[in-house]
């Protein structure tokens, strides 16, 4: 089976379910920005609640652009403010010790695009997690259509007869259009788990991060795959 989606910063967990399920992940690294997504900013806990982090990004004539192109605003001092957000807010969760040396390195490095900073983090996840998923950047396959038709333009490049959609896709997919093509089509209907989180009530479709440094890698794993 194939999925696709478009890169994003410290995923939630059903993003790696989605990879989980999937032979094939297609990232939809040419396709159109969008702001106010979770293409730059995803959330953490704190001890106030849930808390963004945002990556600013030079937005000006995003229109236009594709999230390939999309440069990140380092006038502003967001890697330190994320780096100090993360230590204040995860210190004493048990696994952080496990995870402070890999993300206070990558706060001093100095991001340009944010396609780089997206797919080095979301690659070290993947690891952790022990995916195995063959991953397939969109901007390598030369397919140059557009929603649906692109991704049937994706499956047929690749060859796959079956196709993975998010949750959200049965309020916009045309189902017939799939089974004139011979493709199958699924919904992920990804069943949110409850873990150990700092700080009162548990709130979940947080960042990865939140996972991993309250449960560490082994129980990360077997929760995100619902076992």
């Not at 001092?77 to 993300?103: C, E, G, I, M, V």
């Amino acid at each position: 089976m194939l999925t696709a989606h478009q890169p994003a910063y410290l995923p939630w967990l059903g993003y790696f379910q989605k990879m989980i399920l999937s032979s094939e992940y297609i990232i939809l690294d040419k396709v159109q920005f969008e702001k106010n997504s979770f293409i730059n900013r995803n959330r953490i806990k704190s001890s106030t609640g849930p808390a963004w982090l945002t990556v600013p990004v030079l937005t000006k004539g995003y229109h236009e652009k594709t999230i390939l192109d999309m440069k990140i605003n380092n006038t502003s001092k967001w890697r330190k403010k994320h780096w100090l957000t993360l230590l204040s807010n995860y210190k004493r969760a048990p696994f952080f010790s496990q995870y402070s040396d890999f993300f206070e390195d990558m706060y001093t490095k100095n991001w340009e695009k944010l396609i780089d900073l997206t797919d080095y983090s979301t690659r070290f996840f993947i690891k952790e997690l022990e995916i195995e998923t063959c991953f397939i950047k969109l901007s390598a396959l030369e397919v140059e259509s557009k929603k649906q038709d692109l991704v049937i333009d994706i499956c047929k490049k690749r060859k796959a007869n079956s196709f993975l959609f998010g949750s959200q896709g049965k309020d916009y997919v045309d189902n017939e259009k799939f089974e004139n093509e011979n493709i199958e089509i699924y919904f992920q209907d990804y069943e949110h788990p409850t873990y150990n989180q700092q700080w009162g009530e548990f709130i979940p479709y947080l960042s990865i991060v939140d996972l991993l440094f309250n449960e560490g890698p082994e129980k990360s794993q077997q929760l995100i795959r619902g076992e």
